[in-house]
């Protein structure tokens, strides 16, 4: 038994030596159960996270303003930009009052080029009769609301509900107005035929005039002596005043300013007071006799009556008087 076992042993080895059979692929592995992370592992430790750069653009490249020269005359233009801004001042300083597209018929009255601007601001401008499409408005009291008229000598048309928009003109007493809405105080109306607006000269248009006729001879002349150019006048220099009388305050709500500077005898207007100083309060000065000392100027609302920038005040006496009675010598005599 031992022999053949020994036998059969050796001829298994013979055939295993001869042929080799083909390889068994091994079992496919099974994945390996999915592992919580341990306590206090953050899920980033697991699968980082991609780090992202933030991107650095670089500023914006102000481009300055490129205007060449331009000379207007009176007359039809029409707007060569895309879109124009109507100001009410020469001047980026101006509010906006209108806007323009390109191709719109506009009426230049003047041209206006300004001494000093600031950078990427133009220097020509401008003065158009103002767009139909755009409104002005006009101090509510000094319309009649029975027949929409002006009751007053001389109206200001302003860019917006208020004294500190520009003033786009004026009208006279009896014109009538065709008013849109009434805002507080303020009446917007229709822009009469006076009235205007002002835009960059450079993006206006103006057809060329026609070439003049060439004479067939042109007859010698002598040579004309080239005279210089006219010289800039000097700047007007600040007229310093000093003027005595009682302070009081104004009634007017149009009035350039709050308080004013009359003559106590005959209670006329000699200054209305004007001051820049943030703790001067002329209201503690009501009712003093006074010596105003300042630069004075004219308003063209009030031409008889001119504003003085106080620089000094002299209290002469205090309670000057113990009544102010501010109508008119007429109001005072009709009512007694």
Known sequence: MVGVLLATSAVAQDNTNAVSPAPTAPP?????????????TAASEAKPKAVKHKRHTAPARVVPLSEPTVTLVPGPAQVAAKSLTARGQ????????????????VTVLSQIN??????????????????????VWVFAKFI???????????VNLRGGPGENYSILGTIERGT??????????????????????????MYL???????????????????????????????????IVSHEGVVGP??????????????PDTYQTIDYLYTTAPDLDLGRYVNMRIIA???????????SSPIIALQGIKVIATNAVKHVDLRSPRQRGNAH
């Open 176 to 201: 009538t107005v065709n008013v849109i809405r009434t805002k507080g105080q303020w009446m917007e109306i229709e822009p009469p035929a006076n009235a205007y607006a002002f835009v960059a000269a």
């Open 293 to 303: 000392t300042g630069v004075e100027g004219i308003d063209q609302r009030w031409p």
């Open 90 to 105: 020469a001047g980026l300083k101006g509010e906006v009052v209108a806007h323009l597209k390109q191709g719109d018929a």
């Open 28 to 40: 496919p592995a099974q994945a390996a159960p999915a592992m919580a992370p341990a306590a206090g």
């Open 114 to 135: 300004l001494e000093k601007h600031k950078a990427n601001e133009p220097a020509q401008w401008a003065q158009i009769a103002y767009p139909s499409s755009a409104h």
């Open 144 to 154: 009649d609301k029975a027949n929409n008229t002006v009751l007053s000598k001389k």
């Open 250 to 263: 104004v009634m007017s709500p149009v009035a350039p300013t709050k308080y004013m500077l009359y003559d």
């Open 205 to 239: 248009t103006q057809a060329a005039p026609p070439p003049a006729a060439t004479p067939t001879t042109v007859p010698e002349q002598p040579p004309v002596a080239q005279t210089p150019p006219p010289q800039a006048p000097p700047p007007p220099v600040d007229r």
